[in-house]
């Protein structure tokens, strides 16, 4: 395990440009660098991701977004949880423990996790402790969520 | 194109055994599967999913998911929207213009579709006419959106 070794991403130009080697990337990463570009929000700032270096580079990720215990439609008591998303490790680190790492630190702030396992990942979650949710299509909407209880979290009925 | 082609998928074993070809599969086709077997769905009920066959071979879904106005964070006036996901074209029936068809239909019903763009389809979701929208980060929450909007549609403020 290399906990140890996750780190919050700072925003800036590097950054922006280790995010261009996952697959995984859209919008929110494009408005981050035009945040960035006018000015918005400031060079260094903390962004939303967290990340592994191997040496200088940026081998792999993951998004934390707190969801408000209004929103928390998962877990009971609804105290807000964790939505965790772009989970990707970089082809030729795959397989040394850095997606576990993440996922620890994930947990370790010790609120729920939830994420929308994808492409038949399954067995990675279940490893990760991590439970399916019985599916409700009207607030899963296609999704396959998994998530983690902290000791004292059950599934909200 | 061949638009006429598409189908609106029913349930039963088949369809169900069909999915698993798919890569994006998951709590729901499991609970579709669970609620056929219980009997709280019928066989040949229809299901939210599109697809087109090639002879009996089930080679492109799509799933369309109306939401309501009430909900609705992305269009102006706000009268609900058909949100896409799992559009998914089998290895060997890619670049075929399946993909398309399926697009065409859900445009076809004629009120604003969105979807999240994945892995770099982004170039795909142009040539369909759709558009990206401007990133927020607690209505989009690590999303790629790309929606579609019908004449006298607009993005909501």
Known sequence: MATEK?????INFKTLEDFQQFKEVGAQELSMKEELE?????NDSESPFY???YGD???????????ESKYDQ???PPKGYLELWKLEVLE?????GY???LVEHA?????PVKTNARQRSDDFWNKMDFQPVTYDPDRDRGENPFVWYPAGVQPQE
């Open 99 to 101: 997606g576990q790492a």
């Open 6 to 10: 996750v780190k919050r991403l700072l």
């Open 57 to 67: 580079r940026l081998v792999a990720r993951m998004c934390l977004y707190k969801i």
């Open 92 to 96: 030729g680190y795959k397989h040394k």
């Open 51 to 53: 990340g592994i270096y």
């Open 107 to 111: 947990k370790s702030f010790n609120i």
């Open 74 to 76: 998962y877990f009971d």
């Open 38 to 42: 006018e000015n918005i929000i400031e």
